[in-house]
């Protein structure tokens, strides 16, 4: 029979040369991810961080470990401004108000756009959190419409098509302007409006014919 040997000990803290080698990989993971996205490979986050690839193996056994690490929380973080904007007695503003703060999170941040429009990483708390974000935005969409302020055949589901639009226009303008993203989502929320009315300031200047050139030099789909 096998013996009770007692409730089993707490898991050691990491000692603080781990700990410090932790926080570098998360911090390149962080710039890594944001510029290239997550087709970005562990060694590449290794080389980042100046360190050999066994002690980022050894930290994250995988990539889908350091997505985790790095994606649960932000992800968390765009629930607590949907959460935020659900307090706003205009629903109007608050369906604006939540897209904009949510685009500009995620406009800097090639990697949190990807998690945000992908299902192929982050498949525990990563995916719980994107759940939990769901009923959240339906009752901005919801609210929205029922007050008349949002165009009543506008669907929950094309909150992501809108975040796939603007992230578009970010990837084709980065090296241009990096945030011309403002001034179409000015547009397109001035589209989305119930009835049509004042049009907003937009908050950016366009670009000029030789930035589009460019842009399109730069551009590699």
Same mark, same amino acid.
């Given at each position: 029979m096998a013996r009770d040997t007692g409730p089993a000990a707490p898991a050691r803290p990491l000692r603080r040369d781990a700990e410090l080698?932790?926080?570098r990989i998360l911090a390149a993971a962080r710039e890594v991810f944001g @510029?290239?996205?997550?087709?970005?490979?562990?060694?590449?986050?290794?080389?980042?961080?100046?360190?050999?690839v066994g002690t980022v193996y050894r930290r994250f056994p995988s990539k889908e470990h350091l997505v985790e690490a790095m994606f649960a929380e932000r992800m968390?973080?765009?629930?607590r401004l949907a959460e935020d904007a659900l307090k706003t007695e205009?629903?109007?503003q608050a369906f604006v108000d939540f897209t904009w703060k949510a685009v500009e999170l995620?406009?800097?941040?090639r990697g949190l756009r990807e998690i945000m429009l992908s299902n192929k990483f982050g498949h525990e708390h990563?995916?719980?959190e994107k759940?939990? @974000?769901v009923p959240l935005v339906t009752q901005l969409v919801e609210r929205a419409k029922a007050q008349g302020g949002l165009r009543a055949d506008f669907a929950p589901t094309d909150i992501p098509l809108l975040h796939m639009m603007v992230g578009s226009v970010v990837e084709f303008t980065c090296a241009?302007?990096?945030d011309l993203w403002r001034r179409c989502l000015a547009m397109l929320l001035d589209g989305l409006r119930a009835e049509p009315g004042k049009a907003s300031e937009l908050p950016h200047r366009p670009l000029e014919v030789a930035e589009v050139e460019e842009a399109m030099s730069c551009w590699q789909p």
């Open positions: 080698n932790r926080r @510029l290239r996205g997550l087709e970005a490979t562990l060694d590449d986050i290794a080389h980042h961080a100046g360190l050999g968390e973080e765009i629930g205009d629903a109007w995620h406009s800097s941040d990563v995916a719980e759940a939990r @974000l241009v302007d990096p």
